[in-house]
């Protein structure tokens, strides 16, 4: 008779122990590597035509999206950010960083508020129960229109921000990383969208702009703590627990959720429920190297606090600045003619898209 009973939908713990969690992904992963005996170019290619969904018309909106935002950021750097600074009277190096710092979180506060919205007042339950994100699975299915905006206003963000990186933010020692990470972030948006994984994307994103809010607002913090030539030390104090709850925060929900909640529910329970899931090693691959990036970025904060603690620096400050000469520079982006220079030779220097006079 059991064998008449209906087929019950797979159950896994939404939330499991943290070795469990090591464990089970491990264990699936290296299983789905020895049955993957077909895996290649050629089922690649098959399985990328017979499963992703992407029109032209949503590629299109997406390269508008990407221009839009390069504009609006030259606009508000131009018309809002650096008069203010400038208004301000902050020091010359500190206002010149003002414009990317202000950008960024502005966009990363309407972004992570907009996730915050779609998890938490809205019918879907995948931050308490991500293995839900791919329950009833189908490629090609509908994308719901909430989620479908939330996407393309990340996606020509990212695609922005690989311009933005090279032309506009200011040069620091992590910048080759943080390309690595736009074009890892961007592919993981386009493709999840194209084989419908946008429920568990809508998650990743909800655990990763929280921290560049926090982390802009700090730095914001830090540059004008001194200002018309008087120190501030309201805005130094905020620098400092800002500090605090970053590290933190990034901590908890990048290192601790992020592996929990996301690679639980894409390595192990997504095969699970789906044998037969598209792009399985792709986009486990891709989440993987965002979580060494993750890693990455969090020794520079444990660098930092340890810095503070031993009383090698006694105030808050970006660790990841540097000035580089033009030399170095050349190396990193001569294939970009040197056009994204901090220092220059004949006294001038760039950020945030403009040509200015060092003074």
Same mark, same amino acid.
């Given at each position: 008779?059991?064998g008449?009973?209906p ?5 896994f ?5 943290y ?6 992904v ?13 895996c290649g170019w050629?089922?690649?290619?098959n399985t990328?035509?017979a499963?992703a969904?992407l029109?032209w018309e949503?590629?299109l909106c997406?390269?508008?999206?990407a221009l ?5 950021r030259?606009?508000t ?7 203010f600074a400038?208004?301000?009277r902050l020091q ?13 979180l502005?966009f ?6 907009y996730?915050?919205?779609?998890l938490?007042f809205?019918e879907?339950?995948?931050f308490h129960d991500?293995?839900?994100s791919?329950?009833?699975w189908t490629?090609?299915s509908? *994308?719901?229109?909430? =989620?479908?905006l939330?996407?393309? +206003?990340?996606g020509s @963000?990212?695609a922005?921000?690989?311009y933005a &990186?090279l032309y506009?933010d200011?040069?620091r020692?992590?910048?080759i990383?943080?390309?690595?990470h736009?074009?890892?972030t961007f ?6 969208y194209?084989f419908?994984y946008h429920?568990i ?18 730095k914001?913090n830090?540059y ?5 030539g008087?120190?501030?030390r309201?805005n130094d104090?905020?620098?400092d627990i800002g500090?605090?709850?970053f590290s933190m ?5 990048r290192?601790?959720w992020f592996?929990q909640k996301?690679l639980y529910?894409? *390595?192990y329970?997504s =095969?699970?429920?789906?044998p037969? +899931?598209p792009?399985? @090693? ?6 993987? &190297?965002l979580?060494?990036?993750n ?9 930092f606090?340890?810095k503070?603690?031993?009383g090698q ?10 000035e580089?000469?033009e ?6 982006l001569k ?9 220059a030779?004949?006294?001038?220097s ?5 040509l200015?006079k060092r003074?």
């Amino acid at each position: 008779m059991e064998g008449l009973l209906p087929a019950q939908p797979p159950h896994f713990p939404p939330n499991p122990g943290y070795m469990h969690l090591i464990y089970q992904v491990g264990e699936r992963f290296l299983d789905a590597v020895t049955e993957c005996k077909d895996c290649g170019w050629e089922l690649s290619v098959n399985t990328l035509r017979a499963h992703a969904s992407l029109t032209w018309e949503e590629l299109l909106c997406l390269l508008l999206g990407a221009l839009a935002w390069t504009g609006l950021r030259w606009a508000t750097t131009a018309w809002i950010f650096q008069p203010f600074a400038e208004w301000c009277r902050l020091q010359p190096k500190e206002a010149s960083k003002v414009p990317e710092s202000a950008w960024k979180l502005l966009f990363y506060t309407i972004s992570w508020f907009y996730s915050f919205y779609l998890l938490f007042f809205t019918e879907y339950n995948f931050f308490h129960d991500p293995p839900s994100s791919f329950y009833g699975w189908t490629s090609g299915s509908p *994308v719901p229109r909430d =989620i479908a905006l939330a996407y393309l +206003i990340q996606g020509s @963000f990212y695609a922005h921000s690989i311009y933005a &990186t090279l032309y506009m933010d200011s040069w620091r020692k992590d910048s080759i990383v943080m390309m690595l990470h736009h074009l890892v972030t961007f592919t993981l948006i386009t493709f999840s969208y194209a084989f419908r994984y946008h429920n568990i994307g809508i998650l990743v994103l909800f655990l990763h702009d929280i921290n560049d809010i926090q982390l802009e607002f700090t730095k914001l913090n830090v540059y004008f703590k001194t200002r018309g030539g008087r120190y501030h030390r309201v805005n130094d104090i905020i620098s400092d627990i800002g500090c605090v709850t970053f590290s933190m925060s990034w901590f908890w929900f990048r290192l601790y959720w992020f592996p929990q909640k996301v690679l639980y529910a894409t *390595v192990y329970s997504s =095969i699970e429920s789906n044998p037969s +899931i598209p792009f399985y @090693f792709f986009f486990n691959a891709l989440l993987f &190297t965002l979580t060494l990036m993750n890693i990455y970025w969090f020794l520079y904060i444990v660098m930092f606090v340890l810095k503070v603690v031993t009383g090698q620096i006694q105030e808050v400050n970006d660790v990841r600045d540097y000035e580089i000469s033009e030399d170095q520079k050349g190396e990193v982006l001569k294939s970009n003619h040197s056009r994204h220079k901090d220092t220059a030779c004949n006294g001038q220097s760039t950020s945030n898209g403009f040509l200015k006079k060092r003074m």
